[in-house]
């Protein structure tokens, strides 16, 4: 993942009237890297990319795109790139398999290369049943598999994806996302990966950027996005016992941040620190008065955790 950057931005700024959609953006991803970029819908991952794909002006600020500028070189990263827009873009009133061979054409790949590929990819979508059919008579999930399949039949150094996995059932979701983390592998591209769903980012990327209302909070690995913006484990156990005076007994233990009982009178949520050094503290404290536990869960903190606590404390105060 270390050496050349893909991507440098210092200073980004996309203003519309006296509103500042991007507000001084910095970042850079390093070749070979599948970057994510999140944040809630309106925080500036649309506008981002759009800048950096050539295809709308900043207000400020510069940016590169392997090694080419954005202001002057976009024929030049254009040719280096590909991208998947948010919103659905294919030729309706061409097949399945006419989209994935003209979109091939367009990008000078050979004809039995285009058709190997678009059989691959086709397999590989879940668009072998409808390759006849014309885009406009497939459904919005398959438009959106063609969209996300055809990117992949030319070759590329970046490949940039906003929000790919919109209108994608959960398979064909993770199917996208393990296939782009195989591309990376094989043939070393980067990938500039933008969601609004913490959980994709979390399972696909190297490092991951937290940006709100046109400002970056954040940018590291998960693992240290959570040491910087740490937030409570949640502890899930049964007891035996129906008794609500166990939520008491938990409530005086001092590393215990916030007990719920179920109406169960048995399950219990108990929000603590440091999970691994606290929990036999408390199932020792439940068994001296005799409460025998039956199940416990540990559910650690998300990414999605991380960005709550982030939006909070207005980024990565130290």
Request: aromatic share 8%.
């Amino acid at each position: 993942m270390v050496g050349a950057r893909a991507i440098f931005a210092k200073g980004l700024t996309k203003k519309y009237g006296e509103s500042k959609a991007l507000d001084a953006v910095s970042l850079e991803v390093d070749d070979g890297e599948i970057f994510g970029f999140i944040g809630p819908n309106g925080a500036g991952k649309t506008t981002t990319v759009r800048i950096l794909t050539t295809l709308l002006p900043s207000s400020g600020g510069e940016a590169k795109v392997l090694g080419f500028d954005v202001n002057k070189d976009s024929d030049e990263i254009r040719r280096r790139t590909g991208y998947v827009q948010q919103q659905i873009s294919v030729e309706f009133f061409m097949t399945v398999k006419g989209n994935l061979d003209t979109y091939g054409r367009l990008w000078g790949v050979e004809k039995e290369e285009r058709k190997k590929r678009a059989d691959f990819l086709a397999d590989k979508f879940g668009l072998k049943d409808v390759l006849n059919k014309k885009a406009l008579e497939i459904s919005m999930g398959e438009r959106r598999r063609l969209q996300v399949a055809r990117e992949f039949i030319h070759d590329m150094q970046l490949l940039f994806l906003d929000e790919p996995t919109v209108g994608l059932d959960p398979i064909v979701k993770r199917t996208l996302l393990d296939f782009i983390r195989e591309k990376v592998k094989k043939d070393g591209i980067t990938v500039f990966f933008t969601t609004h769903i913490m959980s994709e980012a979390e399972y696909l990327c190297d490092r991951i950027v937290i940006i709100d209302k046109g400002k970056i909070l954040a940018c590291d690995t998960v693992d240290e996005l959570k040491r910087k913006f740490p937030t409570e484990t949640i502890l899930e156990l049964v007891i035996e016992e129906k008794d609500d005076k166990a939520v008491g007994l938990l409530e005086s233990i001092r590393e215990v941040k916030k007990v719920a009982l179920a109406d169960d009178g048995r399950s219990i949520t108990l929000y603590v620190g440091d999970p691994y050094s606290q929990t036999p503290r408390i199932l020792n404290a439940l068994l001296r008065e005799g409460y025998h536990v039956s199940e416990l869960r540990v559910k650690e903190p998300t990414l999605e955790d991380v960005f709550i606590q982030a939006v909070k404390r207005g980024g990565d105060l130290k």
